[in-house]
């Protein structure tokens, strides 16, 4: 399968804590794109980080990309009620198209 | 727009029937991109444009699919003879260009009864 695989598949934490969220491809590529999906609605846009990237920083979230591992993981610091949603990973590599993984569910509980 | 504007929000068709969908993309975006997702899944790929050239479109399910954007700007997908199988949301994505971020639309909950 050309799928992300994200990892864990569900996590669970309180607010104030960390969530890492880790993303596995299997094909070189061009970038990585993270999104955050509430109940089902839209995709929205976290981070992209190029396969020359090591790691970036967008307020409180944090990526990192190891093309030699072939795996990418997204940190939220001090997490909040608000941040409870499916996060998934996205790679394109040599086409254009975005492929996606599966996703994971975060909750963070009050 | 703003963003991604995606039409009709909700369609429900009665198996048989055609549907049409539309999209309308970032203004100057050259790449549009249609997706599919079912419940608790990611978004699964369907076709891309760049401009109003159709790059690939090795996602579509089969040959009742079809997309087009002769203008190079507004997009629809089209399902003929639609199927319950076909009831999925539909989302439109574009990007200013190749290898850049990719933005989503709201979708088009698509029902067929």
């Known amino acids: 399968s050309q799928q992300g695989e994200e990892d864990p598949q569900a996590l669970s934490i309180q607010e104030g804590e960390n969530a890492t969220m880790n993303c596995s491809y299997k094909?070189?590529?061009?970038?990585l794109q993270w999104y955050r999906q509430n109940s089902g609605r839209g995709l929205v846009h976290l981070i992209l980080?190029?396969?020359?990237?090591r790691e970036k920083h967008s307020g409180r979230l944090r990526v990192t990309l190891d093309t030699s591992k072939k795996s990418s993981s997204l940190l939220i610091t001090a997490s909040r009620a608000a941040d409870t949603a499916s996060y998934f990973c996205a790679y394109q590599g040599g086409s254009e198209k975005l492929v996606f993984g599966k996703g994971m569910k975060l909750t963070v509980n009050p | 727009g703003a963003g991604v504007s995606q039409s009709p929000r909700y369609k429900v068709t009665k198996r048989g029937q055609d549907v049409a969908l539309r999209c309308d993309p970032i203004?100057?975006?050259?790449?549009l991109y249609w997706y599919r997702q079912a419940l608790g899944q990611g978004p699964e790929f369907l076709t891309y444009?760049?401009?109003?050239?159709?790059?690939?479109k090795s996602g579509l399910p089969n040959d009742r699919f079809s997309a087009e954007r002769p203008e190079g700007s507004i997009s629809t997908l089209t399902i003929q003879r639609t199927e319950q199988r076909d009831s999925a949301m539909y989302r439109c994505?574009?990007?200013?260009?190749?290898?850049?971020?990719?933005?989503f639309g709201e979708g088009s909950w698509l029902t067929v009864v």
């Open positions: 094909t070189s590529i061009n970038n």
């Open positions: 444009f760049n401009y109003e050239a159709q790059q690939d």
């Open positions: 203004s100057g975006h050259v790449s």
């Open positions: 980080i190029r396969s020359n990237e």
């Open positions: 994505a574009s990007s200013i260009s190749n290898g850049n971020t990719i933005y």
